[in-house]
Structures are given as C-alpha cells and as structure tokens.
C-alpha cells in the first residue's frame, strides 16, 4: 500500500527530492527576462554598465551610491507599508555576507532596484539581497531547500472592567519550512526524532509537575551543596511539603516522606527528565 501523503512542507534536508535542483533552475529561467528588465533600467538611470564582474565589486558600488545620494539630498525615501510609514532600503551582503540594509535617499536611483529585489524575493520565497546580487552581478540565487524563519507575536490584552488592558504579550515562533514538492508520514517522523536530537532530549521524558516544583525547591534553597547533605535534603523536605499543601494535591500527589526519598527521586529526575 502507498504511504499516505501529509500536506505540509517540513522534513530533513535529507530527503530533498534529487529532481528540486533542476526546478529550482527551470523557475530561475522563467524569471531570467524579469532580471534584465530591471538590470536594463537600472543602467538607464544610474549609467552604470551591468553586470559587475562579481558580488563583491556590485555591493561596494550600491553601498557608495546610496550613501552618497542620502548625503547629497539629505532626506530619506518614505514608503507606505502596511499601511505604516517607513524608510525604503536596499538590502545586499557586506564581504563576509553578512546581510545589510542601506537606507535609500529620496528619489534614489536605486529605488527601482529596492522594490523589484523585494518583488523578486517574495516570488521565489528568497531573501532580496539573494536577488540584488542576481541583477547586479547575475549570480543566480542559489537553491535552499531548508531554512527556519524567526518572528515575534505581540498582541495587547484588552480592557475589561477596572483593567485597562493594553499589555503586550511577546509569542516567539520559529518555524522550520521547506520548499520540496512533497513529504511523507515517515518523513515527517524522522524529523521530530531529529530535532528532539538535536535539542539534546533523545530518549528523555518531560518533567511531571511534582518534578518541576522538586526541581524548583532545590534551586531557591541554593543546590545540592558538597557537605551536610542530609540536613539539606531534611529542609527540602519540610520545603516542599509546606508548597505542597497550598496546591492540587490530587496533581502533585503525596508529600515526601523524608530526605532520603526527597534525594533518590531528585537524582532520578535529573537523569531522565527535562524541564520545558
């Protein structure tokens, strides 16, 4: 029987499908005649022949230019975004690629090539300056299979009553995504047992609540010290017995009985377990 397929684009760099390449290519041509349409105009504004001969070269250009148009008009090119104001920037690599984004003054030149690298990058799901090195130096983007993008949530609470609500709450969200025609249930498996690999909790369980709140009493009275053992473990005890009965009980189940059984199920604990 076939192996059912899962609709969503997430697995290892592993099982990119070996013809992703030649797709990836064969998109890069359909888009070849929007590049130099825009390389074309862009040396019809700036007088500048292109392609440059490498990256490097192109970069060092477009960083002078920009900087020397803001600093001979002074003013910086406003855009609508979002339905927010902001500045216009061209975004391109320094010499350890490093990525770096150059306010554009108004009415740069670079404008056009600001707007159309940010075009370019949403079509293909690339980065703009992956494109600007495309016009400037006709480097072609390169095929990333993989790759995890980082954003931050930060909705406001509402008013309600006496509160007045309006505090932020930061939500941070990466996100594994790929680009590859298709992926499989077992694929899918293997990349949660990867990640847990590589998140160093392979084989580990999740700490249970009583777990946490040993964990957590141990830490406030300072660690496990080197000597007078027994007598730390002793006021572990009394610790956390007296947390214990201000919370659910039918949660965090019986007390401890004494500070050897508080001691063997912290160090079980520590071997086998994980806070998260």
């Known amino acids: 029987m076939s192996e059912d397929k899962l609709g969503i684009i997430v697995y290892p760099e592993d099982y990119i499908r070996i013809d992703q390449e030649t797709k990836h290519q064969e998109l890069l041509d359909e888009i070849e005649p929007w590049v130099q349409a825009v390389r074309n105009e862009l040396t019809k504004l700036t007088g500048q022949d292109l392609p440059f001969k490498d990256c490097q070269e192109a970069f060092d250009w477009l960083e002078q230019t920009a900087y020397r148009e803001m600093k001979e008009i002074g003013e910086p090119q406003i855009v609508i975004s979002e339905g927010k104001e902001k500045l216009l920037l061209v975004q391109y690599y320094d010499r350890a690629f490093n990525v770096k984004r150059a306010p554009l003054a108004r009415g740069s030149k670079l404008k056009l090539l600001a707007e159309q690298s940010e075009a370019m990058g949403d079509a293909l799901q690339l980065k703009p300056p992956h494109l600007t090195a495309w016009v400037l130096a006709d480097v072609r983007p390169p095929n990333i299979p993989i ?31 790929v680009m590859s025609p298709e992926v499989t249930a077992q694929q899918v498996y293997d990349l949660y047992d990867r990640i847990h690999k590589e998140a160093g909790v392979d084989k580990k369980q999740f700490a249970k609540n009583k777990e946490v709140l040993l964990n957590n009493v ?59």
């Open 147 to 177: 790759r995890i993008r980082s954003r931050m949530l930060q909705p406001k609470t509402p008013a309600c009553g006496d509160y007045e609500g309006g505090q932020p709450i930061a939500h941070y969200i990466n996100t594994i995504e």
């Open 218 to 276: 141990v830490d406030d009275l300072g660690g496990v010290p080197k000597r007078h053992v027994k007598e730390f473990w002793g006021r572990v005890v009394v610790e956390y017995n007296s947390r214990l009965a201000t919370l659910n009980s039918n949660i965090y189940k019986n007390p401890l009985s004494n500070w050897d059984a508080a001691k063997h199920r912290y160090e079980r604990y520590r071997r086998k377990a994980t806070i998260r």
